[in-house]
Protein backbone atom coordinates (compact mmCIF):
# COMPACT_ATOMS: atom_id res chain seq x y z
CA UNK A 1 0.00 0.00 0.00
CA UNK A 2 1.64 3.21 -0.65
CA UNK A 3 2.03 6.03 2.31
CA UNK A 4 2.94 9.41 1.41
CA UNK A 5 5.45 11.08 4.44
CA UNK A 6 4.51 14.42 5.32
CA UNK A 7 4.96 16.90 8.84
CA UNK A 8 3.45 15.11 11.63
CA UNK A 9 3.13 18.33 13.06
CA UNK A 10 0.05 18.85 10.75
CA UNK A 11 -1.61 16.01 11.44
CA UNK A 12 -1.48 15.59 15.26
CA UNK A 13 -5.08 15.57 14.94
CA UNK A 14 -5.76 13.44 12.44
CA UNK A 15 -2.98 10.74 14.05
CA UNK A 16 -5.79 10.33 16.57
CA UNK A 17 -8.50 9.58 14.42
CA UNK A 18 -6.74 7.35 12.13
CA UNK A 19 -5.37 4.99 15.48
CA UNK A 20 -8.62 4.83 17.00
CA UNK A 21 -9.96 3.88 13.75
CA UNK A 22 -7.43 1.21 13.26
CA UNK A 23 -8.45 0.14 17.01
CA UNK A 24 -11.69 -0.63 15.80
CA UNK A 25 -10.73 -2.40 12.85
CA UNK A 26 -8.72 -4.55 14.85
CA UNK A 27 -10.55 -5.72 17.56
CA UNK A 28 -13.99 -6.04 15.53
CA UNK A 29 -12.02 -7.81 12.98
CA UNK A 30 -10.31 -9.91 15.16
CA UNK A 31 -13.85 -10.70 17.42
CA UNK A 32 -15.45 -10.99 14.88
CA UNK A 33 -13.40 -13.62 12.61
CA UNK A 34 -12.68 -15.45 15.98
CA UNK A 35 -16.15 -16.41 16.63
CA UNK A 36 -16.23 -17.52 12.83
CA UNK A 37 -13.87 -19.76 13.16
CA UNK A 38 -14.57 -21.33 16.71
CA UNK A 39 -18.17 -22.00 15.47
CA UNK A 40 -16.61 -23.87 12.52
CA UNK A 41 -14.24 -25.84 14.31
CA UNK A 42 -16.48 -26.51 16.68
CA UNK A 43 -18.60 -27.72 14.21
CA UNK A 44 -15.74 -30.55 12.96
CA UNK A 45 -16.73 -32.88 10.69
CA UNK A 46 -20.34 -32.01 10.03
CA UNK A 47 -18.80 -28.94 8.23
CA UNK A 48 -19.97 -28.62 4.80
CA UNK A 49 -18.25 -27.18 1.65
CA UNK A 50 -19.50 -23.63 2.22
CA UNK A 51 -18.31 -23.71 5.67
CA UNK A 52 -14.81 -24.36 4.71
CA UNK A 53 -14.59 -21.80 2.23
CA UNK A 54 -15.79 -19.33 4.61
CA UNK A 55 -13.16 -20.81 6.99
CA UNK A 56 -10.64 -20.04 4.58
CA UNK A 57 -11.89 -16.94 4.01
CA UNK A 58 -11.83 -16.34 7.67
CA UNK A 59 -8.22 -17.45 8.20
CA UNK A 60 -6.85 -14.96 5.34
CA UNK A 61 -9.57 -11.68 7.33
CA UNK A 62 -7.84 -12.91 10.75
CA UNK A 63 -4.67 -13.29 9.28
CA UNK A 64 -4.74 -9.59 7.71
CA UNK A 65 -6.41 -8.16 10.56
CA UNK A 66 -3.24 -9.54 13.09
CA UNK A 67 0.02 -8.77 11.01
CA UNK A 68 -1.18 -6.45 9.02
CA UNK A 69 -3.56 -3.85 10.61
CA UNK A 70 -1.36 -2.61 13.75
CA UNK A 71 1.51 -2.39 11.28
CA UNK A 72 0.01 0.27 8.40
CA UNK A 73 -1.08 1.95 11.83
CA UNK A 74 1.75 2.83 12.90
CA UNK A 75 3.13 4.33 9.37
CA UNK A 76 0.23 7.29 9.70
CA UNK A 77 0.73 7.87 12.81
CA UNK A 78 4.33 7.95 13.39
CA UNK A 79 7.23 9.64 11.48
CA UNK A 80 9.72 6.76 10.76
CA UNK A 81 9.30 3.01 9.88
CA UNK A 82 11.03 1.20 13.10
CA UNK A 83 10.39 -2.74 12.43
CA UNK A 84 13.48 -2.85 9.82
CA UNK A 85 13.76 -4.07 6.26
CA UNK A 86 12.52 -7.74 7.14
CA UNK A 87 9.34 -6.74 8.62
CA UNK A 88 8.88 -4.30 5.87
CA UNK A 89 9.07 -6.64 3.30
CA UNK A 90 6.96 -9.25 4.89
CA UNK A 91 3.88 -6.82 6.16
CA UNK A 92 3.29 -6.21 2.36
CA UNK A 93 3.25 -9.40 1.20
CA UNK A 94 1.05 -10.65 4.02
CA UNK A 95 -1.17 -7.85 3.09
CA UNK A 96 -1.31 -8.67 -0.88
CA UNK A 97 -1.62 -12.23 -0.19
CA UNK A 98 -4.78 -12.09 1.83
CA UNK A 99 -6.16 -9.41 -0.16
CA UNK A 100 -5.89 -12.27 -3.18
CA UNK A 101 -6.75 -15.72 -0.67
CA UNK A 102 -9.66 -13.23 0.14
CA UNK A 103 -11.09 -12.56 -3.43
CA UNK A 104 -10.37 -15.68 -4.64
CA UNK A 105 -12.38 -17.62 -2.07
CA UNK A 106 -15.24 -14.86 -2.27
CA UNK A 107 -15.08 -15.91 -6.03
CA UNK A 108 -15.11 -19.88 -5.08
CA UNK A 109 -17.76 -19.12 -2.63
CA UNK A 110 -20.15 -17.47 -5.45
CA UNK A 111 -19.63 -20.25 -7.35
CA UNK A 112 -20.45 -22.83 -4.75
CA UNK A 113 -23.62 -21.40 -4.26
CA UNK A 114 -24.37 -21.05 -7.46
CA UNK A 115 -24.07 -25.01 -8.20
CA UNK A 116 -25.56 -25.50 -4.83
CA UNK A 117 -28.74 -23.47 -5.60
CA UNK A 118 -29.31 -23.87 -9.52
CA UNK A 119 -28.07 -27.83 -10.13
CA UNK A 120 -28.87 -29.07 -6.13
CA UNK A 121 -29.04 -32.82 -7.35
CA UNK A 122 -26.26 -32.57 -9.89
CA UNK A 123 -23.65 -30.40 -7.76
CA UNK A 124 -23.70 -33.13 -5.06
CA UNK A 125 -21.01 -35.46 -6.42
CA UNK A 126 -19.15 -32.46 -6.92
CA UNK A 127 -19.77 -30.14 -4.01
CA UNK A 128 -18.08 -32.32 -1.76
CA UNK A 129 -15.40 -31.52 1.53
CA UNK A 130 -12.01 -33.01 -0.67
CA UNK A 131 -12.86 -30.78 -3.58
CA UNK A 132 -13.89 -27.92 -1.85
CA UNK A 133 -10.46 -28.03 0.59
CA UNK A 134 -8.53 -28.98 -2.98
CA UNK A 135 -10.19 -25.55 -4.41
CA UNK A 136 -8.93 -23.92 -1.53
CA UNK A 137 -5.22 -25.09 -1.84
CA UNK A 138 -5.44 -23.73 -5.24
CA UNK A 139 -6.93 -20.37 -3.77
CA UNK A 140 -4.02 -19.57 -1.52
CA UNK A 141 -1.58 -21.32 -4.92
CA UNK A 142 -2.71 -18.51 -6.59
CA UNK A 143 -2.63 -16.16 -4.21
CA UNK A 144 0.43 -16.93 -3.28
CA UNK A 145 1.73 -16.78 -6.91
CA UNK A 146 0.33 -13.17 -7.74
CA UNK A 147 1.51 -11.89 -4.03
CA UNK A 148 4.96 -13.36 -4.35
CA UNK A 149 6.42 -10.40 -6.11
CA UNK A 150 5.64 -7.80 -3.88
CA UNK A 151 8.42 -9.38 -1.79
CA UNK A 152 10.68 -7.17 -3.67
CA UNK A 153 8.45 -4.63 -4.14
CA UNK A 154 8.74 -2.90 -0.84
CA UNK A 155 11.89 -1.84 0.94
CA UNK A 156 13.16 -0.07 3.78
CA UNK A 157 14.79 3.20 2.54
CA UNK A 158 16.50 6.04 4.21
CA UNK A 159 14.46 9.03 2.93
CA UNK A 160 15.63 12.40 3.43
CA UNK A 161 17.17 11.47 6.83
CA UNK A 162 13.92 9.45 8.29
CA UNK A 163 13.71 5.78 7.76
CA UNK A 164 11.02 4.13 5.29
CA UNK A 165 8.92 1.63 4.11
CA UNK A 166 8.13 2.39 0.86
CA UNK A 167 7.93 1.39 -3.09
CA UNK A 168 11.48 0.05 -4.49
CA UNK A 169 11.00 -0.70 -8.12
CA UNK A 170 10.98 1.86 -11.56
CA UNK A 171 7.77 3.27 -12.17
CA UNK A 172 7.09 0.95 -14.92
CA UNK A 173 7.58 -2.25 -13.31
CA UNK A 174 5.13 -0.29 -10.60
CA UNK A 175 3.08 0.51 -12.79
CA UNK A 176 2.58 -2.36 -14.63
CA UNK A 177 2.59 -4.74 -11.11
CA UNK A 178 -0.81 -2.39 -10.08
CA UNK A 179 -2.51 -2.95 -13.34
CA UNK A 180 -2.14 -6.57 -12.88
CA UNK A 181 -3.22 -6.21 -9.35
CA UNK A 182 -6.24 -4.20 -10.56
CA UNK A 183 -7.12 -7.02 -13.35
CA UNK A 184 -6.56 -10.09 -11.61
CA UNK A 185 -7.10 -8.72 -8.47
CA UNK A 186 -10.51 -6.96 -8.27
CA UNK A 187 -11.77 -6.43 -12.19
CA UNK A 188 -11.95 -10.16 -12.68
CA UNK A 189 -13.51 -11.91 -9.49
CA UNK A 190 -16.01 -8.77 -9.54
CA UNK A 191 -16.98 -9.97 -13.21
CA UNK A 192 -16.80 -13.29 -12.51
CA UNK A 193 -19.32 -12.43 -8.54
CA UNK A 194 -21.50 -10.03 -11.07
CA UNK A 195 -22.16 -12.92 -13.45
CA UNK A 196 -22.87 -15.86 -11.08
CA UNK A 197 -24.50 -13.58 -8.71
CA UNK A 198 -27.11 -12.48 -11.72
CA UNK A 199 -27.45 -15.91 -12.96
CA UNK A 200 -28.31 -17.11 -8.98
CA UNK A 201 -30.89 -14.29 -8.75
CA UNK A 202 -32.82 -14.78 -12.27
CA UNK A 203 -32.98 -18.36 -11.15
CA UNK A 204 -34.50 -17.43 -7.83
CA UNK A 205 -36.63 -15.15 -9.35
CA UNK A 206 -37.82 -17.43 -12.60
CA UNK A 207 -37.61 -21.02 -10.95
CA UNK A 208 -40.54 -21.61 -8.59
CA UNK A 209 -41.12 -25.05 -6.29
CA UNK A 210 -44.13 -27.10 -6.61
CA UNK A 211 -43.69 -28.77 -3.45
CA UNK A 212 -43.42 -25.48 -1.58
CA UNK A 213 -46.25 -22.57 -1.04
CA UNK A 214 -45.76 -19.74 -3.32
CA UNK A 215 -45.43 -17.32 -0.03
CA UNK A 216 -42.91 -19.36 1.36
CA UNK A 217 -40.94 -19.47 -1.75
CA UNK A 218 -40.83 -15.70 -2.43
CA UNK A 219 -39.22 -15.46 1.10
CA UNK A 220 -37.11 -17.94 1.08
CA UNK A 221 -35.40 -15.76 -2.65
CA UNK A 222 -35.90 -12.30 -1.01
CA UNK A 223 -33.75 -13.74 1.80
CA UNK A 224 -31.17 -15.02 -0.08
CA UNK A 225 -30.93 -11.89 -2.80
CA UNK A 226 -30.71 -9.81 -0.15
CA UNK A 227 -27.91 -11.86 1.41
CA UNK A 228 -26.29 -12.06 -2.69
CA UNK A 229 -26.85 -8.45 -3.00
CA UNK A 230 -25.22 -7.47 0.44
CA UNK A 231 -22.05 -9.83 -0.60
CA UNK A 232 -21.56 -8.17 -4.27
CA UNK A 233 -22.16 -4.56 -2.95
CA UNK A 234 -20.03 -4.72 -0.19
CA UNK A 235 -17.15 -6.12 -1.71
CA UNK A 236 -16.88 -3.94 -4.58
CA UNK A 237 -17.58 -0.85 -2.28
CA UNK A 238 -14.65 -1.48 0.14
CA UNK A 239 -11.90 -2.02 -2.66
CA UNK A 240 -12.99 -0.19 -5.48
CA UNK A 241 -11.66 3.60 -3.80
CA UNK A 242 -8.53 1.64 -2.89
CA UNK A 243 -7.86 0.70 -7.06
CA UNK A 244 -8.99 3.50 -8.32
CA UNK A 245 -6.65 6.16 -6.23
CA UNK A 246 -4.11 3.95 -7.70
CA UNK A 247 -5.13 3.93 -11.09
CA UNK A 248 -5.74 8.04 -10.82
CA UNK A 249 -2.08 8.17 -9.70
CA UNK A 250 -1.08 6.90 -12.44
CA UNK A 251 -2.74 7.45 -15.38
CA UNK A 252 -4.88 10.98 -14.30
CA UNK A 253 -4.16 14.24 -12.12
CA UNK A 254 -2.90 12.84 -8.78
CA UNK A 255 -0.71 15.71 -6.72
CA UNK A 256 0.54 15.29 -3.58
CA UNK A 257 -1.34 17.49 -1.09
CA UNK A 258 -2.90 17.21 2.49
CA UNK A 259 -6.41 16.40 0.11
CA UNK A 260 -5.19 13.15 -1.66
CA UNK A 261 -3.72 11.81 1.78
CA UNK A 262 -6.53 12.34 3.09
CA UNK A 263 -8.22 10.57 0.30
CA UNK A 264 -5.00 7.44 0.21
CA UNK A 265 -5.95 7.09 4.03
CA UNK A 266 -9.47 7.02 3.63
CA UNK A 267 -9.57 4.26 0.70
CA UNK A 268 -7.24 1.95 2.74
CA UNK A 269 -9.35 2.36 5.95
CA UNK A 270 -12.37 1.34 3.48
CA UNK A 271 -10.46 -1.57 2.12
CA UNK A 272 -9.50 -2.92 5.31
CA UNK A 273 -12.71 -2.40 7.20
CA UNK A 274 -13.87 -5.51 4.56
CA UNK A 275 -12.02 -8.02 7.07
CA UNK A 276 -14.40 -6.64 9.77
CA UNK A 277 -17.70 -6.63 7.35
CA UNK A 278 -17.07 -10.14 5.55
CA UNK A 279 -17.65 -11.77 9.35
CA UNK A 280 -20.78 -10.29 9.50
CA UNK A 281 -22.00 -10.70 6.01
CA UNK A 282 -21.12 -14.40 5.78
CA UNK A 283 -21.72 -15.38 9.79
CA UNK A 284 -24.06 -13.44 11.49
CA UNK A 285 -27.06 -13.25 8.66
CA UNK A 286 -27.31 -16.88 8.82
CA UNK A 287 -29.11 -18.31 11.50
CA UNK A 288 -26.86 -21.56 11.61
CA UNK A 289 -24.21 -19.35 13.04
CA UNK A 290 -26.25 -17.45 14.85
CA UNK A 291 -27.34 -20.58 17.20
CA UNK A 292 -23.37 -21.11 17.21
CA UNK A 293 -22.50 -18.32 18.55
CA UNK A 294 -24.83 -18.79 20.98
CA UNK A 295 -23.62 -21.90 21.82
CA UNK A 296 -19.96 -20.43 22.08
CA UNK A 297 -21.06 -17.52 24.40
CA UNK A 298 -23.01 -20.44 26.44
CA UNK A 299 -20.39 -23.10 26.66
CA UNK A 300 -18.04 -19.86 28.25
CA UNK A 301 -20.61 -18.55 30.33
CA UNK A 302 -21.16 -22.31 31.68
CA UNK A 303 -17.53 -22.83 32.19
CA UNK A 304 -17.29 -19.58 34.22
CA UNK A 305 -20.74 -20.61 36.61
CA UNK A 306 -18.98 -23.91 37.29
CA UNK A 307 -16.01 -22.83 38.63
CA UNK A 308 -17.61 -19.66 40.50
CA UNK A 309 -20.25 -22.84 42.15
CA UNK A 310 -16.95 -24.53 42.03
CA UNK A 311 -14.94 -22.05 44.05
CA UNK A 312 -18.02 -21.59 46.16
CA UNK A 313 -18.31 -25.01 47.05
CA UNK A 314 -14.52 -24.90 48.15
CA UNK A 315 -15.02 -22.16 49.84
CA UNK A 316 -17.87 -23.52 51.74
CA UNK A 317 -16.35 -27.12 52.53
CA UNK A 318 -13.34 -25.23 54.18
CA UNK A 319 -15.29 -23.00 56.04
CA UNK A 320 -17.79 -25.39 57.55
CA UNK A 321 -14.80 -27.65 58.43
CA UNK A 322 -12.94 -24.33 60.16
CA UNK A 323 -16.72 -24.49 62.37
CA UNK A 324 -16.19 -27.77 63.57
CA UNK A 325 -13.11 -27.81 64.25
Request: charged share 15%; proline share 4%.
Amino acid sequence: MNTSSLNSSYWRPESVVISLVFSVIFLVGTVGNSLVLAVLIRKGQDSKTTNLFILSLAVADLSFIIFCVPFQATIYTMDEWVFGPVVCKVVHFIIFLTMYASIFTLVAVSLDRYLAICYPLHSRETRTPKNALTSICLVWGLALVFSGPYLSYYRQMDLGGAVVCIPAWESKPRIAMDVCTFVFGYLIPVLMLSLTYARTIRYLWTAVDPVKDMSESRRAKRKVTKMIIIVAVLFCLCWLPHHLVILVMWFGHFPLNHTTYVLRILSHLVAYANSCLNPIVYALISKHFRKGFRRVFGCTLRKRVVNKVHIIQVASTVSSMETST
